[in-house]
């Protein structure tokens, strides 16, 4: 009997027509899919989350702000909220597909003949032989009969099954550069110290003048939300232990131009939120007794203040010194 080749080509056939194309690229597509819904979601939450749009739409970081004790007062805290709280970003670092696929094909064919032959002539004769006191008899009889029989069985089956395993695997993603630029940036303009309503910052609490030379201090005045104050107005008042409200002996000029100040309590504009004091001695003042230098403003409709301690200065030691 000839071998059946049809199962072989039918699992071939089966074989060659699984599209590959559909079973692998249908599960990294949905990776690459899901990777792009993740920048979208992480892009989404930094918009609604981080940023708000001012009255001229443009974009502004959301600020947290926090009222705390420090140094026996309440001050304030502003921190950017993109730099405290974590951003989704999920990448999909690992995709892997596991294919098997398993095809049975079987045939199977039986064949059977089978035949019996009888013969049965029909015929009967009969014969005696006699010799002295013996005799025999004989019968004999003849019968033929013929009968065949045949059965042929074919089977075939055939099966194919496969099975896919798609493993994915995500991790918190590295903060690209340019966004860690931005949250470094914002980390630094977070303001540690800001005032409940705003506040003036002197860069030196407390200095010296000396004969011949002057000291330099910067002001700024800064609102609530610790942004400088343009065109806020302070005013310098003098404090001394006499009760004395003049500068007894020390002359103060402010701006790169130096414009001075010829008043105690005389109101300067500050256009851009900040200025520069120099404060030196008069070349006739014999004496510069210990005083405050009292620095006063409105921000909101709120007074702010801060101070300078000038320390006392004897004018002949001084001069001897110069």
Partial sequence: MAIDTTPGTVAQNMLNGIDYSALIGGPLQAAITAQAMAAKSSW????????????????????????????????????PILTIVPIPMIVIDDVSIHFKASINASSSQCSEQSSSTALDVGG??????????????????????????????????????YTQDVSVHATQADVPAGLATVLNILSLSATGDAGINGKIEVEKNEITPTFGDEV????????????????????????????????????????HIKKPITAPGEEIELSDGKTTLYISIDPNAKAIPPMILEITGI????????????????????????
């Fill in 124 to 161: 009967e004769a009969k014969a005696s032989v006699g010799w002295g006191p013996f005799s025999l008899s004989l019968s004999v009889k003849a019968n033929y009969s013929s009968k065949k029989d045949s059965k042929a069985t074919s089977e075939s089956r055939y099966s194919v099954e």
């Fill in 216 to 255: 330099s201090c910067n002001i700024s005045v800064k609102n609530s939300n610790g942004l400088f104050a343009k065109d806020a107005k302070i005013k310098i008042t003098p404090k001394s232990a006499n009760g004395s409200t003049s500068f007894e002996g020390l002359a103060i000029t402010y701006d």
């Fill in 44 to 79: 989404e939450f930094i918009q609604q989350v981080g940023l708000n749009t001012n009255a001229d739409g443009q974009k502004e970081a959301v600020n947290v702000t926090f009222i705390y004790q420090k140094d026996g007062k309440l001050t304030k805290m502003i921190v």
């Fill in 299 to 322: 921000v909101n409709d709120q007074e702010i203040k801060s101070e300078i301690l000038v320390n006392e200065v004897k004018a002949i030691e001084n001069k001897k010194t110069a």
